[in-house]
């Protein structure tokens, strides 16, 4: 059995209102307008951004937090 870390376990949060949406649509009858697809985009587009989008290494120099006179 594979571990996951918690970046790759928090995608199934993220992904809950796709799913709701989705079972509303066909459990209950709900209509899906434009607005449901653009969150639907804006959705996966958060996810792909957090997970999958290399960071750069932060080259900045640190700064010391002792105070000279």
Same mark, same amino acid.
């Given at each position: 059995m594979i571990a996951l870390g918690p970046s790759k376990a #928090?995608?199934?949060y993220y992904t @809950? =209102? @796709?799913f709701s949406g989705l079972f509303a649509f066909i459990f209950l009858n709900e209509e899906? !307008?434009?607005v449901h697809f653009y *969150?639907?985009?804006l959705i996966i587009s958060g996810i792909f951004i957090?997970?999958?989008? *290399? /960071? +750069? =290494? !932060?080259k #900045? +120099? =640190? /700064?010391s937090c002792i105070l000279q006179p």
């Amino acid at each position: 059995m594979i571990a996951l870390g918690p970046s790759k376990a #928090a995608i199934i949060y993220y992904t @809950l =209102p @796709l799913f709701s949406g989705l079972f509303a649509f066909i459990f209950l009858n709900e209509e899906i !307008n434009i607005v449901h697809f653009y *969150s639907v985009v804006l959705i996966i587009s958060g996810i792909f951004i957090t997970n999958y989008v *290399s /960071q +750069k =290494p !932060n080259k #900045a +120099k =640190p /700064q010391s937090c002792i105070l000279q006179p």
